[in-house]
């Protein structure tokens, strides 16, 4: 039996766009208690209801307010309300066992029963994450409703139970730390099922006591299995939509933190200190290959051999060695260091098939960030075809540009996402989510999927996923820009308690954030 024992904290994995965090002292105007703590977020979150939560600001309340049987940190898995468990030698069978400590924010201990309804829950009809634990024996039988409950979860005792996989699933402890599955009590799942967006009893460091359409109210979970750790009593998150109200209102001191891609270049009129980590973020350009001019291969093969990736880095401040030349980041196995665009990709004579002077391509590149020069720059280079291609590149306001990835209303769009997922799979599970990609065919790579995680073998899994990196490239339903290790945290210096040995994430729980010494009133 392999063991695994007592390690750290908590984490939780982020599939689209994550957060880096910003902090300052008030004003006495505008000063709050010591030890309270208010942000910004730019839009409501949409589903707190863990199987259907797919934005970033849900992930974020329930990155808050609940907890997984495990998490993971500095690149492990380490436990969280399961403080140990065994893997048997056919790494098919997986026994957990619960922490004495882990207990709801109404006081009631977390059981065996509590994991079951949850993870029941991920594999319900409407979930968008159930395959995330198709491996589970019963897991596509309960999904499909035809049976009641998960014959791959038995139950030993109140404090412990087993997993039982079809077949082995290496990843399987690293999807257990994604932030829809959080365990919560079966009242809590019922709420929110039915409402989406409410207060509910929670598991993790905060409890969300109050919901309205401009507030949402944290406060301490006195019963969390670490309370002593999380030091804001309270938390507030204003939701202010209009990006220049946002930044104003953060410039004057009335937030401690904001969305940092909410700036303009010197909008922010607070100094920032940047903390070195690893944030191995990857960026790309989506076309939307169901849409008139991105519809045709070889137009996509045009644009890809006419960006000008240097300029780009140069404007952004970032190295060119963060050149991506595939979509699996350093770090994760796959990965690519180079590789050749093919000379009949940069044709000419692919555009003028479908673009003329009499009848012009147009397109339109949106995005959310503060990339709005270094994206003009990036594409530079098709200038010189503005004749017969006609394009803008527009910065939209983050819940519009989110709405239109999800409901596919986009001709190409550039975003980012944080690569530093524990294994390639898993990133490689939600990069390639048909939701985000319309149009991209994903069996063959489904195929490849299945057979990765059946081994663990470091160098065929690694064989495999750069066939998966060879195979979407091939399509260029997805345009590499760049893959970093950026150091991408960011605070006020006033703040202190990073744990900078966090390496690969840019955000921080807030339960680790303590200010300095002096006091507000020193300020």
Not at 40 to 63: K, T, Y
Not at 309 to 325: C, D, N, Q, S
Not at 431 to 445: A, C, E, R, S, W
């Amino acid at each position: 039996m392999i063991v695994f024992g007592e390690f750290a904290k908590y984490f939780r994995l982020y599939l689209v766009l994550i957060t880096t965090l910003l902090h300052s002292f008030q004003s006495s105007a505008d000063e709050m208690a010591e030890h309270d703590y208010r942000r910004i977020l730019v839009a409501s979150p949409i589903n707190l209801f863990p199987p259907e939560a797919d934005d970033i600001h849900s992930f974020q309340i329930l990155a808050q307010t609940g907890e997984g049987l495990v998490a993971f940190e500095n690149h492990r898995v380490v436990p969280a309300l399961a403080e140990s468990w065994t893997i048997s030698n056919d790494l098919k069978t997986y026994r957990f066992r619960l922490s004495p400590t882990a207990f709801f924010s109404d006081g009631t201990r977390v059981t065996a029963n509590d994991v079951r309804n949850s993870l029941e829950n991920i594999l319900e009809k409407t979930s968008i994450v159930w395959s995330n634990l198709a491996a589970i024996e019963g897991a596509g039988t309960l999904h499909e409703g035809k049976s009641k409950h998960l014959s791959g979860l038995r139950i030993l005792s109140p404090t412990e139970f087993e997993l039982k996989l079809t077949k082995p699933y290496v990843p399987i402890l690293e999807t257990l730390s994604a932030p829809q599955m959080v365990i919560l009590p079966s009242s809590s799942l019922k709420v929110l099922r039915s409402k989406k967006v409410a207060t509910f009893i929670s598991s993790g460091p905060y409890v969300l006591t109050s919901v309205t359409p401009q507030k949402l109210e944290l406060e301490k979970n006195i019963h969390y299995r670490k309370a002593s750790a999380v030091w804001y009593e309270k938390v507030v998150y204003d939701i202010v939509a209009d990006r220049a109200q946002a930044v104003r209102g953060f410039n004057e001191g009335k937030y401690l933190d904001i969305w940092p891609h909410e700036f303009e270049a010197g909008e922010a009129k607070r100094p920032l200190q940047t903390i070195p980590s690893l944030a191995a973020f990857s960026w790309y350009i989506i076309p939307n290959i169901k849409r008139e001019p991105f519809n045709h291969i070889e137009f996509r093969k045009f644009v890809l051999a006419h960006l000008d990736y240097e300029g780009f880095y140069k404007v952004a401040g970032l190295p060119p060695h963060y050149r991506a030349y595939g979509l699996i980041p350093r770090g994760l196995i796959g990965h690519r260091t180079t590789r050749e665009i093919p000379e009949n990709y940069s044709a000419e004579l692919n555009l003028t098939k479908f673009c003329s002077v009499a009848k012009p391509c147009n397109f339109e590149l949106i995005h959310a960030y503060d990339k709005q020069e270094a994206l003009e720059v990036l594409f530079r280079p098709l200038e010189k075809y503005r004749d017969r291609l006609k394009f803008r590149i527009g910065r939209i306001e983050r819940h519009r540009w989110y709405d239109k990835i999800i409901n596919g209303k986009f001709q190409a769009v550039y975003l980012g996402n944080n690569a530093t997922y524990p294994d390639a799979s898993i990133f490689l599970q939600y990069l390639t989510k048909n939701l985000y990609h319309p149009g991209l065919d994903f069996k063959q790579i489904a195929k490849l999927l299945a057979q990765a995680i059946e081994t663990s073998d470091r160098v065929v899994r690694g064989d495999i996923y750069a066939q998966i990196d060879d195979l979407l490239m091939s399509q260029v339903g997805i345009i590499p820009i760049y893959h970093g290790d950026v150091p991408s945290r960011q605070a006020h210096a006033d703040i202190d308690g990073y744990n900078i040995s966090l390496l690969g994430y840019n955000d921080l729980r807030i339960a680790n954030l303590k200010p300095r010494k002096q006091s507000h009133k020193n300020r």
